[in-house]
């Protein structure tokens, strides 16, 4: 049988850390990326400054900038400062003489419903020719910043062929004090942030149903880890698990129907699978150890694990259906943490290894690993919904932030905030439709 310590590491990895030993002052600013590496190639392109009449509190151009620089895969081209309007008669010959393979031009008008029309095009400055463009159409301000996203990500899938992530969004626990956590949402490049639920007790394990409209997570606020189900728009919040014992670690199955959980309420943390309702409750899992850190498959067929079932923490994957649990990670003696990327193929996990907790990769077909971070204490990685890149949590001057590494380990982001504050447990959300 595992020793209390076993069960405090595996069950809630970093617990201790996250929220029982650090005091820090309020943390509740924007957060800001610092990019290291880039892509294979890196794409120089230019963003012409946007014509029409409205004023955008945000620079929308800028803003398609700033997201294509942090991709790693794209250079800009200064552009000047003259607007350059969709309508305009695009010279692809003299962008290309000043270095850029690619330019996009458009504009910004209000409309007389207080609505602000965009419209862009991309050109190919090597080909000589229109790659399309969109129009769209933002119904307040706060929509303009998703607006510049969407462009973004137009601008990503047509020059890369891979969909772009920047109209996504992620969610993360902010601890501002001894007293005080927030549960918050912002863009997927730390900006535009709301707070979805601000506690006097911990929360932790937030997790997106799969059509991002809900977040599952674990509050102490009854003074014992309670699951709820939080629909993000309405604020709306149910208690889905509050078993005797710990209620832990809940995940999505991807038709949004299920919810792998982690219960105590028979001696040790097992798995059980239920409604996203409460209704159904099963258990999954059925070992001596400790089973817990569940991660639906993206097929919805099996179920990833840490289990210490062979003596230290290793990752397991069993059918949903039932059967043997097979054993997943083999190098290194302590793996936690498993998430699938969406494609399938990779596992993404926790190793500590010389004494460093840190992020590594695995091909699920190959078993081949790649580790992604060297620093001293990652976790939590949660991969973007076009499973490229990766984010995570680590530590950078004794406090927690946030961090990203794309899924090759070419490009790596740091995500600070212009405050001190502890910021933990992200979790990337899913496309929105």
Known sequence: ????????SIATPFLATLFLALAIPAANAQLHVDVQGVGGTQIPIAIANFAGDATPPQDLP??????????????????????????????????????????VVGSATRTADGRTTVRFKLYDDVKGQSLGGLELTANSPRDLRLTAHRI???????????????????????????????????????????????????????????????????????????????????????????????????????????????????????????????SGLRRFSQSAGIDTEPFFSPDGQSVYFTSDRGGGPQIYRMNVAGGDATRVTFKGDYNISPRISPDGKTLAFVSRRGGKFQIFVQDLESGQELQLTDTVKDESPSFAPNS?????????????????????????????????GDVREPTWGPYIK
């Open 1 to 8: 049988m595992p020793n209390q310590t076993t069960l405090r």
């Open 62 to 103: 800028q803003i398609v900038r700033d997201d294509l620089s942090h991709s790693g895969m794209f250079r800009t081209v200064d552009a000047g400062v003259a607007p350059i309007s969709d309508a305009d008669l695009i010279d692809t010959g003299a962008w290309k003489s000043r270095g850029a393979d690619a330019v």
């Open 152 to 278: 973004s990500d137009f601008i990503y899938e047509k020059l890369t062929g891979e969909r772009g992530v920047f109209s996504t969004r992620i969610a993360y626990v902010v601890r501002e004090n001894q007293n005080r956590y927030l549960l918050q949402i912002a863009d997927a490049d730390g900006q535009n942030f709301q707070t979805a639920l601000a506690s006097k007790e911990p929360i932790i394990s937030p997790a997106w149903s799969p059509d991002g409209t809900k977040l599952a997570y674990v509050s102490f606020e009854l003074r014992k880890p309670v699951i709820y189900v939080h629909t993000v728009t309405t604020g709306q919040r149910v208690p889905v698990a509050n078993f005797k014992g710990s209620n832990s670690a809940p995940a999505w199955s991807p038709d949004g129907r299920t919810l792998a959980v982690v219960l105590s309420r028979d001696g040790n943390s097992q798995i059980y699978l239920m409604g996203v309702d409460g």
């Open 388 to 420: 490229k890149m990766l984010i995570y949590a680590t530590q950078l001057g004794g406090r927690g932030v946030l961090a990203a590494v794309t899924a090759d380990n070419r490009v790596h982001q740091r995500i600070t905030s212009d405050q001190s």
